[in-house]
Structures are given as C-alpha cells and as structure tokens.
C-alpha cells in the first residue's frame, strides 16, 4: 500500500528534476550511419511533434481540477511537467536538425492523439489518453535507443525514459485521486472503457511507427506484448485500493530519503 504523492512533493520532484537535467554528448552529432537512421527519421519526426505541446490545454485542465480539489499548487506541477516535456521535444528537435531532417508542424497520429485529450476540460480524458502514450514510450524510446549505434540518440533516449516512469506514476495517482470515490460498477465500466481505447492506441501507434519498433528488435507480437504488461502494471497501480489515503510517507519521499 502507498500513499498519493501530495503537489508539493512533486513539485519539489519536477523543480530538481529540470534543474538537474544530465548534458548529452552534442558534439559527437548523430555519428550512426545512414542505414540505421533510416527507418527511425520518420518515426522520430512525429514523435518529436507529440512531445512539443504548448500545454494549454493541460493548464486550463489543471485550473478546472484545483478549483474542484483546492489543490491549487497543481497548477505550478502542471507547468513544471509541460516544460519537461518541452525539454523532450527540445532534445529531439536537435537531434533531428543534426540528422538534416526537418521538424514536422503536423502528423496524423499526433493530431488524433491531441483530439482525444482536447475533447473534454477535464483532467481524467487529459491523464488517460497521456498514461497510455507515456506507456508506449517506455517501449518506443527503448527501441529507439537500440536501433543505432549513436551515442547522442542512446543518451537522449536513456533521460527520456528515466523521466517517463515518473510521469507514468505521476498520471496513475492522478487517475487514483479522481477514481477514488466512483462506484465499483462504474469502475469497471471505465477500466473496460480505457481497454478499449488502449487498444486503438497500441494499433495506432504500430501502424505509425512499426518500422522504428522493429529497428530497435521488436515484432509485432513483442510490442503487443510489452505494451499490455506495461499497461496491465499501470492498472493495477491506479486502482484506488492500492492506496492508503492518510499520512504515511509517500514513495517519492521514502526514495528522496535514501538518495540523501
Ligand atoms: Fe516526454
Ligand atoms: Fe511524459
């Protein structure tokens, strides 16, 4: 059992994390050759878009979500998690200038992806649909790291996904927080609702980025695979009842304890 890690732990989370954000080796440049860029450029194109949200709609869904909750330091995480995003999106932005390829203003799966979470000013459509890409990113950006021989492209990848386990955690709590008080049936009703979207997530993304999957070493069956142990752990994180609801530690603070 865990507790739900309060905003100002994160807060204090995001604020050391952007301020201690490792450098990567840019003055190496891609330094891959080009057969193994190849099938990733595409890829990497528009998922470097999905990562450059401007965040306005996460910030007019946080506002909305303080209101309710009188957690009003969620607005200031909110803002520290798009600029870490932003970071991802800057990151990638230059390894793509490096690689002479440009940064793409539109994708047809990026477009999808913010319809769904620009449907509703609310911050569970907001977190579900984040939730289930951050799941795949925990693969896509693994794959990515071992598709090519570049050190630049491997440090990059290995931050991104350092930080995108704690964003996954970030949104599952948030998610527990508003499933808290639903009725068991409606529950279920919404765990059935996020298999069903998921699902379409993890079609959708394959067709858009297979041949970078399969560059890094994955098959059709593997990243199906992966993707559902991942999100089946995300699942049984978020249900409320995995969680004490008073003042024990939380695991950010018992983690934060040990590194000191
Ligand atoms: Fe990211
Ligand atoms: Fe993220």
Redesign the pocket.
Known sequence: MRRITSSSEWLAYYTSNLASHPTHPWHLGVDAPHDQLEPIVGSLQAWQLG?TSDGSHLMRSAEVYARKTGDTTFVEVARL?IQ??QL?GDMLGRFLDAADAKRIKWNWGDYAFRAVRYSFTSMEVWATP?LM??TM?LIYYKALHDATESRLLRSICSQ?LR??VT??R?QIERLAILHRKRPKWLLNLTYLQQRLLYFIVCITVWIGHGKAFRAGGHTFRSYWQTAWRKMNSAWRRMKPSQYVWGDTPSVLEVLTRKVA
């Open positions: 990562e998690f870490e995003e991802h984040v890409v951050e990113a991104i930080d995108e964003h996954i970030f």
